[in-house]
């Protein structure tokens, strides 16, 4: 016997950065700026030329332009507001203020990763059950289904008013509203995961008798790991977004929800678009960091998978 | 009961002394004993495959599908049982039933003296499939520690086993390898050591090396015949190329389709355990694939 071919050189692990990437994401953001910038100008136009008829000047259109930027309360504020909202709040104030941007981003984000984790544990769980037991999936998809199609800001007071009546106040309903949003597209992207192995692999383990246990634990889990990532993912989003509206209607002391909803009372734009800014950021984080996970978890188990088909 | 030494080239080995169990199993190989040995007993060992008027019989949409008809079949400690015959004659689904991955709807079958069932469930067997079937999420070493996971083996024999069994089929350097960095030969090899690190006295084999080169094959089949030689297995192996049947098989069973049923069985042990090679050149092989081709053709293999 002689050794054959040598192993294939390992292929790196992350393709260099193309050339040029900074100028289409430049463009981009910048394009983004001028939209932004144009429709502040529209929209405020005629508010900023009332307020300079009641200051008794001159509604020039040069004058008119410069101050569609500078609204006190505008239709939509102009990016540097938003930009010098967001730095105020984070920067501003010590980060316990009840008028720090990071305490209230805080606050949701803890409401939104105790969600996370229920919705996906429940979700991972149900998957299971029902890959392994067909009446789970005759008795309970159909509810599960139904469960997505009520509007979340329907269920969402109900779910306050219930929990808080049993004495839960707080953190936990508003996680709880965020799992109700998350578990789906985890049951459903696992289901499809925990049966993605190939009939061989699955024939392979009827040859040894193995367990079902044991057939997940060495077989269906790392099959389904691709699919897990694909669907936490979509979770965390929803999650976020969950929770955000879980804020709205409690009347919520704290969180980006009590933000958005303070500064549509009092006519806020600025802070209302801050909070936004705060939220899109804040999602975009959660998104990145399971993506970091899926990295460091694939990569660690068989190169190709951590490294083709994905982004 | 493995061969702990570094198998060298097919010819190195076919030169070394063979370890006792298998000689014994070579002898009971070769019909008439060599007259300065003693006779083997007139006791037939119990076989370790036995089937008697096998069928299973697919419900098809429109007309019920024969994939085996009345199978008799015995196969004696030791033995190396080739399948040959064309597409849809069965013999992947006979090799499966022994398996216990199909069930038959007729007849009977024992394995070592019980059902397939009672044989798989106490994992009497080894089974090498079509394709590799590597878990691509684990390094070579995981994928053919595997079963003795399952097994419940402890760690530390598990690791000397991995050991010894990547050792004999030269995949040593390659245990921290994920298996989309090995060629197919070696991903073959590979299914073999995670098929044998358990030790099972019967290995059931469907097609191999069925998607490799014919170098590669040829180098594959003279390992395995070395193994064979090595260890004291019964080997069940479904091929669909004749030379490689007659080359590795102490006897050929030839099937043929609609409905899967067995025509011939080809004795090929007269070619002696020792087979370089160049075997396949001599009159003997060459009359030998002539009848297996005949086999084939009586069973209208060849209508298909």
Same mark, same amino acid.
């Given at each position: ?311 | ?78 033995? +190396?049982?080739? +399948? ?17 991955? /199909? ?23 080894? +089974? ?80 191999? +090396? ?73 009159? /003997? ?20």
């Amino acid at each position: 016997m002689t050794p054959e071919a040598a192993p294939l050189p390992s292929v790196p692990r992350r393709r260099p950065a193309e050339p040029g990437w900074l100028l289409p994401v430049a463009s981009v953001v910048l394009a983004i700026l001028v939209a932004w910038t144009l429709a502040a100008l529209l929209a405020n136009w005629s508010g900023a030329a009332d307020a300079l008829v009641r200051a008794g000047e001159a509604p020039e259109a040069g004058r008119i332009a410069a101050a569609t930027m500078a609204l006190e309360r505008p239709v939509v504020p102009a990016p540097h507001q938003v930009i010098a909202e967001v730095w105020r709040g984070v920067f501003g104030f010590p980060i316990t203020s009840k008028r720090s941007l990071v305490y209230h981003a805080w606050v949701t984000l803890s409401a939104t990763m105790l969600g996370f984790a229920i919705g996906s544990v429940l979700g991972i769980a149900l998957a299971v059950a029902i890959v392994h037991l067909r009446s789970v999936e005759a008795s309970l998809m159909p509810w599960i289904v139904a469960s997505q199609t009520v509007p979340i800001l329907a269920v969402a007071p109900i779910v306050i008013v219930a929990l808080g009546a049993a004495g839960f106040t707080g953190l936990l309903p508003k996680a709880v509203i965020a799992a109700y949003l998350c578990f789906f597209p985890v049951t459903v992207g696992m289901v499809k995961g925990l049966s993605a192995p190939d009939a061989i692999h699955r024939d392979l383990m009827r040859t040894y008798s193995a367990s079902k246990p044991q057939i997940l634990a060495r077989l269906r889990w790392p099959a389904s790991l691709p699919y897990l990532f694909a669907s936490l993912k979509i979770a965390v989003a929803a999650n976020l977004v969950g929770t955000i509206v879980a804020e709205l209607p409690t009347g919520a002391q704290a969180g980006l929800g009590a933000r958005l909803l303070a500064g549509s009372y009092y006519g806020q734009t600025i802070q209302i678009w801050a909070a936004l800014v705060a939220a899109a950021v804040l999602s975009a984080l959660l998104v990145r960091a399971v993506g970091l996970a899926e990295t460091a978890t694939l990569r660690a188990s068989g190169g190709p998978l951590a490294t083709g088909g994905r982004r | 009961m493995l061969a702990r030494r570094r198998i060298g080239t097919p010819r190195d080995l076919l030169g070394n002394d063979q370890p006792a169990m298998s000689r014994a199993a070579a002898l009971a190989l070769k019909p008439p004993p060599e007259p300065d040995r003693p006779a083997l007993p007139a006791v037939a060992p119990r076989p370790v495959v036995s089937a008697r008027g096998l069928c299973l019989t697919y419900e098809a949409a429109d007309a019920p599908v024969h994939a085996l008809a009345d199978v008799d079949l015995a196969v004696a400690p030791g033995e +190396f049982v080739s +399948f040959i015959g064309p597409s849809g004659c069965g013999k992947t689904t006979l090799l499966r039933c022994v398996a216990d991955l /199909e069930r038959p709807t007729g007849g009977q079958l024992t394995v070592n003296g019980v059902s397939a069932e009672a044989a798989r469930l106490r994992r009497d067997y080894g +089974f090498v499939f079509q394709a590799p079937a590597l878990y691509p999420w684990r390094t070579i070493e995981r994928n053919v520690a595997l079963p003795l996971e399952i097994f419940g083996v402890p760690r530390a024999e598990r690791r000397e086993r991995v050991a010894r069994y990547l050792d004999l089929v030269q995949l040593s350097g390659f245990a921290k390898k994920f298996p989309w960095q090995l060629s197919g030969g070696m991903q073959s090899r590979a299914s073999i050591a995670r098929a044998l690190c358990f030790d099972p006295k019967l290995l059931l084999m469907d097609e191999p +090396f069925g998607a490799l080169d014919e170098i590669v094959r040829d180098h594959l089949n003279a390992q395995l015949l070395a193994l064979w030689r090595a260890t004291a297995k019964t080997v069940l192996f479904v091929t669909h190329s004749i030379p490689e049947a007659v080359y590795l098989s102490t006897r050929v069973v030839v099937m043929s389709p609609r409905p899967g049923r067995i025509v011939d069985i080809v004795d090929c042990a007269g070619l002696g355990p020792e087979r370089p090679l160049e075997i396949r050149e001599s009159p /003997e092989f060459l009359r030998l694939c002539q009848r297996v081709r005949e086999g084939l053709r009586a069973g209208h293999a060849y209508d298909a």
